[in-house]
């Protein structure tokens, strides 16, 4: 389904293949927990946080993904965003 490596080089950053194609789940700001998707230099969807005191997040993902890539996505940020606020 994909593959995922975790660069050492970045604060947070996760490639993912799927299907020949290569994405990057990022956190392009350290000050809020909204991580994006991009393909290249395009970003394709985003996992936002909507709520400080809870886990409530806006998914907004392609639709076009399979429902399994879009739980992984999702599963990848939750994990995230619990090794940051260990």
């Known amino acids: ?8 080089w970045k604060e947070t950053g996760v490639v993912i293949s799927h299907n020949d194609l290569t994405y ?7 000050w809020r927990g909204t991580f994006v998707v991009r393909s ?8 936002v946080p909507t ?15 399979p429902l399994a890539l879009k739980v ?3 599963w990848l940020a939750i ?6 606020s260990s």
């Not at 994990?79 to 940051?84: G, Q, V």
């Open 40 to 47: 290249g230099d395009t970003e394709i969807g985003s996992v």
């Open 72 to 74: 992984f996505v999702i």
């Open 79 to 84: 994990i995230l965003w619990n090794r940051e």
């Open 51 to 65: 709520s400080h005191w809870r886990r409530d997040a806006a998914v907004n993902l392609p639709d076009q993904w």
């Open 1 to 8: 389904m994909a593959h995922v490596d975790v660069s050492a």
């Open 24 to 30: 990057e789940l990022v956190k392009p700001s350290v």
